[in-house]
């Protein structure tokens, strides 16, 4: 037998209290998301299907958050792509339906090992390579490009040193979420 939250079973849309208590949630996401560099979208679409006790179809989902289908087209493409969304096929049903990724924690790891991650190695390159430029001008024979060189590397393998120590915070962090998840 077939029972909520099963795409077989399709409930009734929400009653007006509770599709604007669905929006202003999914607008307080969204808002939090472009803090974090992301479209507001992703997190509108993400909530939404969060929030809905069974998976959607592209349909009801635009109808809800009131936007075209091509906006809902690429935001689930990018949705997908973080893992926040995945398509549900519902057998004899021809429209695919999307549910989101219900296990937060697992979206932030993503998040914080791909593309914070990937954004501390990139700067630690470049402060790295910045070094070695500077302390390349610490040999001039200009006294005053010397002083210059010796300041810049200062201030350099500090940047070199404060970028390590976010990887290693981030490290820590990513891994007791892991260990939150498992436990």
Same mark, same amino acid.
């Given at each position: ?8 079973? !399709?409930?009734?849309?929400? !009653?007006?209290?509770?599709?604007? $208590?669905?929006? +202003?949630? $999914? ?7 472009? &803090? @974090? ?6 997190? +509108?679409? @993400?909530?939404? %299907? *969060?929030?809905?006790?069974?998976? %959607? ?13 091509? &906006? %809902? ?24 339906? *999307? ?17 914070? +991650? ?11 390579? #910045? ?9 001039? /024979? ?5 002083? $210059? /060189? ?10 070199? /040193?404060?970028?390590?120590?976010? #990887? ?7 891994? #007791?979420? #892991?260990?939150?998840? +498992?436990?």
């Amino acid at each position: 037998m077939s029972g909520p939250g099963n795409a077989a079973t !399709p409930l009734a849309a929400p !009653p007006s209290v509770l599709r604007r $208590a669905e929006q +202003r949630a $999914a607008d307080a996401v969204g808002a939090l998301l472009v &803090l @974090w560099g992301f479209k507001r979208q992703m997190g +509108r679409v @993400w909530t939404v %299907l *969060y929030l809905s006790d069974r998976p %959607l179809t592209a349909a009801e989902a635009c109808e809800r958050l009131g936007i075209s289908t091509g &906006l %809902l087209s690429m935001t689930l493409a990018d949705l997908r792509a973080w893992g926040a969304v995945r398509t549900v096929t519902v057998p004899g049903e021809r429209r695919e339906r *999307y549910e989101a990724e219900v296990q937060v924690w697992r979206m932030v790891l993503r998040v914080l090992g791909s593309r914070e +991650r990937g954004a501390l190695d990139e700067a630690l390159r470049a402060f790295e390579g #910045a070094l070695e430029d500077v302390r390349s001008s610490m040999v001039d /024979a200009d006294p005053s490009v010397r002083a $210059a /060189a010796r300041f810049r590397a200062e201030r350099l393998t500090r940047l070199v /040193a404060h970028t390590r120590g976010a #990887a290693g915070l981030l490290r820590i962090l990513t891994e #007791a979420i #892991a260990g939150r998840r +498992r436990g």
